[in-house]
């Protein structure tokens, strides 16, 4: 009389013990500039027998201030390090994990038609050479890539001359979108991103002293500490069968 009440406990102890939770896909909130490296990376991922990655693209800041206010996110990628510093000090990232496996280089983009080569040292007029335009890049205000881009601007010697001309974006991507509409005669970028893109052409590189290195820093979260596909996709994607796939896309790979 007592077997019904006993195989129900049981029943629950087994669903409880399930390891579902492991197969389910893994969410994946990752820096605008990672996109097109990232999709081809999580189809191999997919190949090998896993589920293929949720990803979440868009600005650094944006994605950081989510995953504080509890977004359910796996992994973050982030275009910087001080947006991964804003999860560590918040205690929302395992903190063993993070490797900063990539870098970038900051680019100056113009329309393709438009294009000459020009030498970005100290001196050099960004504002002639945008001819009354504005000059379009991630927000400095919470977008690495405006960040990087204020810091060169700085070192330059144009920033107070150019900080009133510049088209800020919500992101790197929206950034080089308005150059590549010619809604904005020169854009500061990623390398990677420039490379990417149609319609637009690179005409300078910023000296790599004129801002801090760009490096990319991925960990898994707090939330996905015992969850093994977050912990194998990291190992992946930080790992030297991802290296071959983030160097084709124009990424420096970590020394």
Do not use: C
Request: glycine share 8%.
């Amino acid at each position: 009389m007592h077997r019904r009440p006993l195989l129900a406990a049981l029943g629950g102890l087994a669903i409880a013990a399930s390891p579902a939770r492991a197969q389910d896909p893994v969410t994946v909130f990752a820096a605008a500039s990672l996109t097109d490296a990232l999709r081809v990376l999580g189809q191999d991922w997919a190949t090998r027998g896993n589920p293929a990655p949720r990803f979440v693209f868009a600005a650094s800041s944006a994605l950081a201030r989510q995953i504080g206010q509890g977004a359910p996110a796996d992994l973050f990628l982030s275009a910087d390090e001080a947006w991964m510093d804003y999860l560590r000090d918040r205690n929302l990232i395992e903190t063993a994990t993070r490797q900063s496996p990539i870098g970038n280089a900051l680019v100056l983009v113009a329309p393709a038609g438009l294009a000459r080569q020009v030498a970005l040292g100290r001196g050099v007029d960004l504002l002639a050479l945008a001819a009354g335009g504005r000059i379009a890049v991630g927000d400095p205000a919470h977008v690495p890539a405006g960040r990087y881009a204020q810091a060169a601007l700085e070192w330059l010697g144009q920033w107070q001359a150019v900080a009133p001309r510049l088209a800020r974006a919500e992101n790197v991507r929206a950034a080089l979108l308005l150059v590549e509409r010619g809604e904005a005669p020169l854009g500061i970028v990623y390398a990677t991103d420039a490379a990417a893109a149609r319609g637009v052409a690179v005409i300078g590189t910023f000296p790599a002293e004129s801002h801090l290195a760009i490096t990319y820093p991925f960990a898994v979260t707090r939330r996905a500490a015992a969850n093994p596909q977050a912990r194998a996709l990291h190992a992946f994607l930080t790992g030297k069968e991802a290296a071959a796939t983030w160097q084709r896309f124009g990424f420096t790979l970590a020394r």
